[in-house]
Every structure is written in structure tokens, then in C-alpha cells.
């Protein structure tokens, strides 16, 4: 989970062998305090219409499947606090 101080939220080396990337591009594409949420950098591939809903359900951010810019594309992790 994201420091409760700084509100950072770091990569662990799980992540990226979840999303089967390299370290360097997994991205942290939305934090809270009791989720966050990982993705790949710059993937290009399929839209991911399950993880916008997911992501934008947990954090309030809004997609565009519509737009190539505004769209998630591939694998995300989406980790959560009990």
C-alpha cells in the first residue's frame, strides 16, 4: 500500500513477474490508501474494458475505450486492503 506519509506507492518485484514485464515498466496508474493500482507502461495491445471498469470503480478515475490515449491497454494488477 502506498506510504501513509508521502502517499508513494512502490513497485515490489511481484508485480512485475504478475504482469510478466521487466521491473522498469510496470507503472503505478492509480493509489489510495487502501489500493493501488499497476499497470505496464506504454502497452500497446488489446483495450482492457474489465480493468478500466475495475480501476475506475476503486479510484474514480474515468476511461475512454473510445480513445487510444485515455484507455487502458493490457494486463493491470489491482491491489486491495482488506
Known amino acids: 500500500m502506498p506510504d501513509s506519509t508521502t502517499g508513494f506507492a512502490l513497485v515490489p518485484d511481484e508485480v512485475s513477474r504478475l504482469l510478466n514485464c521487466a521491473a522498469g515498466l510496470v507503472d503505478v496508474l492509480a493509489s489510495g490508501p487502501d489500493y493501488v493500482a499497476y499497470s ?24 475512454n475505450s473510445d480513445d487510444e490515449d485515455a484507455a487502458l491497454q493490457g494486463p493491470v494488477l489491482l491491489v486491495r486492503r482488506n
Open 40 to 63: 505496464i507502461f506504454d502497452y500497446e495491445g488489446d483495450v482492457n474494458p474489465a480493468a478500466m471498469a475495475a480501476v475506475a470503480e476503486i479510484s474514480g478515475m474515468s476511461f
